[in-house]
């Protein structure tokens, strides 16, 4: 089942998921063009490991390149490949311009960067000793996933669902297409993907929207008039 857009109009344009999106393009092409993308080096200078966040291992000299705490924040802007970088942004693109328009730009970056870090510390927490390195928006991004369930549960999402000669393009509401995600993430536990952080980013975008949309439920409130006006 592939996303390709939503009939959910936004107010106000998205000029911070688009950022965001031109930073994680941007960042993607600067992985191109070095000769440590290549030998898989610079995945461990700026990927983020457990075993180092947590100080069980640290990292040789030649891979040093920022403080472990930082690389938090400098993994959620690399992809392992193309297509690792296209299906994050296709799911960006769909989903986060609903998520900043309720919340506005500088409440919807705190919740991207928050819901990235609870994303990045589930999987950290479910294996510390990994020395994997872990790269992706995917955890932001299930955290923009896990507030859209909550906010816009009955939007309609247009879909590929892929069956050769047979694809079929249906319009289903975000609930069901987002709550396939979810379950698909522990289906497909394994193979060298961070599932743990899709999941851990969802659900944390899903509690942390509740706070934020305190402020957004009071910018939407309408006033009933009576009889006079």
């Given at each position: 089942?592939?996303?390709?857009?939503?009939?959910?109009?936004?107010?106000?344009?998205?000029?911070?998921?688009?950022?965001?999106?031109?930073?994680?393009?941007?960042?993607?092409?600067?992985?191109?063009?070095?000769?440590?993308?290549?030998?898989?080096?610079?995945?461990?200078?700026?990927?983020?490991?457990?075993?180092?966040?947590?100080?069980?291992?640290?990292l040789?000299?030649?891979?040093?390149?920022?403080?472990?705490f930082?690389?938090?924040?400098?993994?959620?802007?690399m992809?392992?490949?193309f297509?690792?970088?296209i299906?994050?942004?296709?799911?960006?693109?769909?989903?986060?311009?609903?998520?900043?328009?309720n919340?506005?730009?500088?409440?919807?970056?705190?919740?991207?960067?928050?819901?990235?870090?609870?994303?990045?510390?589930?999987?950290?927490l479910?294996?510390?000793?990994?020395?994997i390195?872990?790269?992706?928006?995917?955890?932001?991004?299930?955290?923009?996933?896990?507030?859209?369930?909550?906010?816009?549960?009955?939007?309609?999402?247009?879909?590929?669902?892929?069956?050769?000669f047979?694809?079929?393009?249906?319009?289903?509401?975000?609930?069901?297409?987002?709550?396939?995600?979810?379950?698909?993430?522990?289906?497909?536990?394994?193979?060298?993907?961070?599932?743990?952080?899709?999941?851990?980013?969802?659900?944390?975008?899903?509690?942390?929207?509740?706070f934020?949309?305190?402020?957004?439920?009071?910018?939407?409130?309408?006033?009933?008039?009576?009889?006079?006006?």
């Amino acid at each position: 089942m592939i996303p390709l857009k939503d009939d959910n109009p936004t107010s106000s344009k998205p000029i911070v998921t688009y950022f965001l999106i031109s930073v994680c393009v941007f960042v993607f092409l600067l992985q191109l063009g070095s000769q440590s993308y290549k030998t898989g080096q610079l995945f461990y200078s700026y990927g983020l490991i457990p075993s180092v966040l947590m100080g069980h291992n640290q990292l040789p000299m030649d891979l040093y390149a920022v403080p472990a705490f930082a690389t938090i924040f400098t993994s959620m802007f690399m992809h392992g490949g193309f297509m690792h970088l296209i299906g994050n942004m296709l799911y960006m693109w769909i989903f986060a311009d609903n998520i900043e328009d309720n919340l506005g730009p500088s409440k919807f970056l705190i919740f991207y960067i928050l819901s990235g870090i609870g994303a990045a510390m589930t999987q950290v927490l479910m294996d510390v000793q990994s020395q994997i390195p872990m790269v992706g928006a995917s955890g932001a991004i299930g955290g923009v996933l896990g507030a859209y369930l909550i906010n816009h549960p009955n939007a309609r999402v247009l879909v590929l669902i892929p069956f050769g000669f047979f694809s079929q393009f249906l319009k289903i509401r975000a609930l069901y297409v987002l709550g396939f995600w979810f379950i698909l993430q522990f289906i497909s536990s394994g193979g060298g993907v961070a599932y743990a952080a899709h999941i851990g980013g969802f659900v944390s975008g899903m509690i942390l929207i509740l706070f934020f949309n305190k402020g957004f439920k009071k910018k939407n409130k309408k006033v009933l008039k009576g009889p006079w006006g």
